[in-house]
């Protein structure tokens, strides 16, 4: 600029007309500045990511040699992106389980080889198809749909229905989706031999323990012509086979229910009514307690699903309350609806649980007081019977409870399970 401005001078002093020296100098800078202008922009238009820009001179050589160390420093970036990916890939890649990348709208983005094998995947075809249009189980489209993803949910593989797989989803990024699968098939074949002991030596104990009763009350009836030595063990015989029984009966229901994922009948229920036989049982129990035990039924409310399962659930959240709650006692029980679907909720000012019991009361035979628990006659096995039944309804429980001042079991249900009946009434 010093050099054109100084030139412009001389030819001015020269000739005399410094304003159209000054002018024509601008003109061929300009000129100079829009070439280069134009040369910047094809190279933008059409140069490839490693292309370096073109050369140049003055302020615009130093624009360019800019740009040039800006895209080699870009190089290096990318260059070391890249190989973290590759990385990632390849560790991924050498995984048994399978990883699966989806986008906001469930869409395939990435995978390994493991998900190929587990869920039958083809590279490329498949990229950018929704994910349940190739995962077609009923329950695996119901439980991405719903976007609970607190429990991993289990079905058998698309590719074999003998593989059993066990799906993990969960949320990254911008609302995208990681779906990790799991091959379960040995655990779930031990889980089933498991409950096919449990169920088949129920079953076979059944037949003698009836037997054995029946003697038992047999002998009681007819106690007079009996040693009078023998009358309280008979009686204790006859206490202790009754509770046996009770508990082969669990047993069996809870073979039942875990035989099958949906419930056989599954025709709407009227709850009020339902809960209100159940609280009208739950006041005999309570007997010479004089609990207070009152009732909050939403009767346009109904559940499509198995009444005798939803009757044994819901008895057996009553009944507990009663017999955790001392005398005078307070026991409340609301059903009602709404937005997120039906609840049932059974509130008593019991003796409480800690907090450290509540992840485990819905396992098998698991006591938080055992002398409590015999005291009381349970079996163990009632929470786990409410869990099966709640999740043959595609229901969920949450527990809540202070020590000395009560506990509350809350039973949530989805709408889809759920309808609302309209009452007619009859004119007077």
């Given at each position: 600029m010093l050099l054109l401005v100084t030139g412009c001078l001389v030819v001015g002093l020269i000739t005399g007309f410094y304003g159209w020296s000054l002018a024509a100098g601008l003109a061929l800078y300009l000129a100079w500045t829009l070439k280069q202008l134009l040369r910047m922009h094809e190279w933008l238009r059409l140069?490839?990511?490693d292309e370096a820009p073109p050369d140049g001179y003055g302020l615009w050589g130093e624009v360019f040699d800019s740009i040039y160390h800006l895209q080699r420093r870009d190089q290096r970036v990318r260059g070391r992106l890249q190989a973290v990916i590759d990385r990632v890939q390849e560790s991924t890649a050498a995984l048994k389980d399978a990883v699966i990348m989806l986008d906001s709208d469930g869409n395939l983005e990435w995978w390994n080889r493991a998900a190929e094998t587990l869920l039958g995947l083809k590279t490329p075809q498949d990229s950018g198809q929704p994910v349940t249009n190739l995962v077609r189980h009923p329950r695996f489209k119901e439980y991405f749909e719903q976007e609970n993803y607190a429990e991993p949910l289990e079905i058998p593989s698309p590719t074999n229905d003998r593989v059993r797989i066990q799906l993990y989803l969960t949320r990254y990024g911008n609302n995208e989706h990681l779906m990790l699968v799991r091959d379960v098939t040995r655990i779930h074949q031990l889980e089933q031999m498991r409950k096919d002991f449990v169920a088949n030596v129920s079953h076979e104990l059944r037949t003698p323990l009836t037997v054995i009763c029946g003697y038992l009350e047999t002998l009681l009836d007819n106690v007079e012509e009996v040693n009078p030595r023998w009358s309280r063990a008979l009686q204790q015989m006859h206490q202790q086979s009754g509770r046996m029984q009770t508990l082969l009966n669990d047993l069996l229901l809870l073979a039942k229910l875990e035989a099958t994922d949906y419930p056989s009948d599954n025709q709407p229920v009227p709850v009020d009514d339902l809960l209100q036989i159940i609280v009208e049982d739950a006041q005999e129990l309570s007997g010479p307690k004089k609990q207070t035990i009152t009732l909050e039924a939403d009767p346009n409310v109904q559940l499509k699903g198995s009444e005798a399962e939803l009757r044994s659930a819901f008895s057996n959240l009553v009944f507990n309350a009663v017999k955790y709650t001392p005398e005078q006692g307070r026991i409340h029980v609301r059903w009602w609806g709404d937005g997120q679907g039906a609840h049932l909720s059974v509130q008593d000012s019991g003796i409480g649980i800690d907090s450290k019991h509540l992840p485990r009361l819905?396992?098998?035979?698991?006591?938080?007081?055992?002398?409590?628990?015999?005291?009381?006659?349970?079996?163990?096995?009632?929470?786990a019977i409410v869990k099966h039944v709640l999740l043959r309804h595609r229901g969920r429980m949450e527990i809540s409870s202070v020590p000395g001042h009560g506990s509350t079991f809350t039973c949530h249900f989805a709408p889809a399970q759920t309808v609302r009946a309209r009452l007619t009434r009859a004119a007077d």
């Open positions: 140069h490839k990511p819905t396992e098998r035979f698991y006591r938080v007081d055992s002398s409590r628990n015999s005291n009381t006659g349970g079996t163990g096995l009632g929470l």
